[in-house]
């Protein structure tokens, strides 16, 4: 069969295909070279037929086709020559682009039995596309690739700093804890939860807040609030309560924000260091430079101190200070008779009656022996200071238990008030004290007079 004896049927599906066909002869010259063909090479058919591809081409063939095309002609073997191993083995252009860049080609090589010989049909399809394609997938994989390795290497790191944390978290000798916005318990370590007596069940379920003394918790729970506002650290010293014993425990609370990626506060990471040991000895050591050390009532360097402050505030402000010096009658008697211990009991007593009969702000210091001065901040009138002094008396009045007696003690008492009397802290403890000594002289007896 010649080239002009192909049946017209297939030089018509040859001209209509979208992939270039070549048929070769036994001899290996072209018979068919369809339009796809004419196209891509920029070869006419009439140029191409009768000749053998190099020819036709005018380029050397990729040498591994011309050998497929060999075994096809001789052997009648088939070839597939993928795109990815021979990307572009024949001379072949994009229709209406310049002769620069071969397109990127897939070639099929097969047997035609033809009168007992064999031709060879060359399939050539056009894979540019899917070249380009299979790079950009190619290129998305390598980067996603790169991502999850990225994610990954993160999340061991991740992995690794949580784990590191727990561990310190787990020996850290202090209560760490976390809370979200609201104050509510996240996590806290084994430390915290011993000092407070809680187990893990109870995270975000209540408030670190829960287990803050009772005198404590409003200081506390304004002072978070602030801190919550200003997105500030909280720094506060505070009694705990361990739920299980009922003890009360001196903690330090320090606590930071903890912040999104965003910048948006989404709670706070903290530590509770146990202060009690130091706390309590430092309260200790404070009472014992303001107290007096037989009675609990304040000493007078306390009251000379407060004395100084609440003047200070009355010139600001229309308050009505006033001062009351009081001394025991014949004390000397009780401790001759009686001796010193039940003295002291009679201090304490009188002193335990004061605070019994005076209001909280109203400051009671023992002054030295048998003397006491109670600093009164804010008079209602000067008409109350006489109530007060009747008070006093009415509350000393009633026999004090000692030792299986029964003593009574009376008491002189001079008093001074701001700043009609005297207008010196000085000035105001003078007059009391000398007020005080007319009353005494004026209640002996006449005839110790
Ligand atoms: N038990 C005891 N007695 C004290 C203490 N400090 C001082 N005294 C005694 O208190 C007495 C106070 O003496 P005075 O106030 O002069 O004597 P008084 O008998 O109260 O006489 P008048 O005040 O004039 O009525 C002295 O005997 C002191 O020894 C103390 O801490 N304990």
């Known amino acids: 069969m010649k080239s002009d004896e192909i049946p017209p049927f297939v030089n018509l599906f040859a001209e209509a295909i979208d992939v270039g066909l070549i048929i070769l002869d036994q001899a290996g010259k072209v018979v068919l070279w369809n339009k796809w063909l004419e196209q891509y090479s920029r070869i006419a058919a009439s140029d191409a037929i009768g000749k053998t591809i190099h020819v036709a081409f005018d380029s050397v063939v990729e040498p591994r086709v011309a050998i497929g095309v060999r075994e096809t002609l001789d052997f009648g073997l088939s070839r597939l020559f993928s795109h990815a191993l021979h ?31 064999n031709w060879c049909l060359i399939q050539i399809s056009d894979v540019t596309e899917l070249v380009r394609r299979e790079q950009l997938l190619r290129e998305q994989s390598r980067e996603l690739t790169d991502k999850l390795n990225h994610i990954s290497a993160a999340q061991t790191q991740l992995f690794r700093s949580e784990q590191r ?64 506002q200003l997105e500030a650290s909280f720094s506060e010293e505070l009694r705990y309560i361990d ?71 009355a010139r600001r402000s229309d308050t009505l200070p006033a001062l009351l010096f009081l001394d025991l009658d014949r004390f000397k008697e009780i401790n001759d008779e009686l001796g010193h211990e039940a003295g002291d009991l009679v201090l304490k007593a009188v002193a335990r009656r004061l605070k019994r009969t005076l209001r909280s702000d109203d400051v009671i210091a023992r002054f030295g022996g048998d003397e006491f001065v109670i600093l009164l901040p804010d008079l209602q009138s000067k008409e109350s200071l006489a109530m007060v002094v009747s008070k006093i008396r009415v509350a000393l009045t009633l026999p004090i238990n000692v030792m299986v007696k029964h003593v009574t003690v009376e008491a002189s008492i001079g008093a001074a008030v701001f700043p009609e009397d005297a207008d010196s802290a000085l000035g105001l403890l003078r007059l009391a004290d000398e007020r005080m000594y007319t009353d005494k002289r004026a209640r002996r007896p006449v005839e110790s007079q």
């Open 243 to 313: 739920r299980k014993t009922g003890s009360v425990v001196w903690v330090r609370v320090e606590a930071t924000p903890l912040k999104a990626e965003r910048g948006t506060l989404t709670g706070y990471i903290g530590t509770v260091v146990d202060i009690h040991d130091v706390k309590v000895s430092a309260i200790r050591h404070e009472q014992r430079a303001i107290r007096d050390v037989l009675t609990g009532v304040y000493n007078r360097e306390y009251l000379e101190s407060s004395l100084k402050h609440v003047i200070k505030t």
């Open 87 to 117: 990307p572009t083995p024949f001379p072949l252009y994009t229709p209406g682009h310049p002769k620069e860049k071969r397109i990127k080609q897939s070639v099929k090589i097969r047997p035609l039995k033809v009168e007992g010989g």
């Open 165 to 228: 944390f727990k561990e310190l978290a787990r020996q850290a000798p202090v209560g760490i804890f976390e809370v979200d916005m609201d104050g509510m318990l996240q996590f806290a370590n084994d430390r915290w939860m011993t000092m407070v007596g809680m187990s893990h069940e109870q995270f975000g379920l209540i408030k670190w807040t829960s287990r803050v003394a009772g005198e404590d918790l409003a200081r506390i729970e304004t002072a978070w609030s602030a801190s919550v």
